[in-house]
């Protein structure tokens, strides 16, 4: 099991339930997604991209921002606390591990294992803007005051490359119409 297209999945059922109001649907995603955390999930560490075992390659941003979507899609289905805490921690855990000086957000965590081109991490036009929604979202729901000016800084560290990004400029375009980050 993957962390990013689990965690899409996840947020397509949950808004399709949602759509639909298939109490049913919501539950099954719901517990298909829980069991998911529990084992891709340590605590100070983020989600790890695959499980085999336990978590394997923790810290990379697009499975952290695609769980922390997949987490604020349930809280806003069910209300449940504990949804919008995890996706709050995880959103601190971005903040921690993988923050750029410019205000985006690096591919990756920083690996003491890491050889050769894997020691330089990369600036994701897309993930950072995947990240500013995200951070938008928590900026709404959560009571952490870290979150607020996030989603405008990831956004303006990546809007002079879209476009040369072509369709997936879409990405930054969908982000900026969002109320919250202007």
Request: charged content about 20%; glycine content about 10%.
């Amino acid at each position: 099991m993957y962390a990013a297209s689990t965690a899409a999945a996840a947020s397509a059922l949950l808004a399709t339930a949602d759509a639909l109001q298939d109490s049913t649907l919501a539950q099954e995603a719901l517990g298909r997604f829980e069991a998911f955390l529990l084992t891709a999930y340590r605590p100070g560490n983020g989600i790890g991209h695959y499980v085999d075992g336990g978590p394997k390659l923790q810290g990379l941003l697009i499975d952290q921002v695609a769980t922390a979507d997949a987490l604020l899609s349930a809280y806003a289905l069910t209300g449940d606390e504990p949804y919008r805490m995890m996706a709050e921690e995880i959103g601190l855990f971005i903040l921690r591990t993988l923050a750029a000086p410019d205000g985006g957000f690096y591919d990756r965590a920083v690996d003491s294992a890491d050889l050769g081109l894997l020691r330089s991490r990369r600036l994701p036009f897309a993930g950072n803007c995947e990240a500013a929604r995200v951070f938008a979202q928590l900026a709404r729901v959560s009571r952490e005051s870290a979150f607020h000016g996030v989603a405008r800084r990831a956004l303006d560290c990546v809007a002079a490359e879209t476009g040369a990004h072509g369709p997936d400029g879409a990405y930054w375009l969908l982000a900026a119409r969002d109320p919250s980050i202007r």
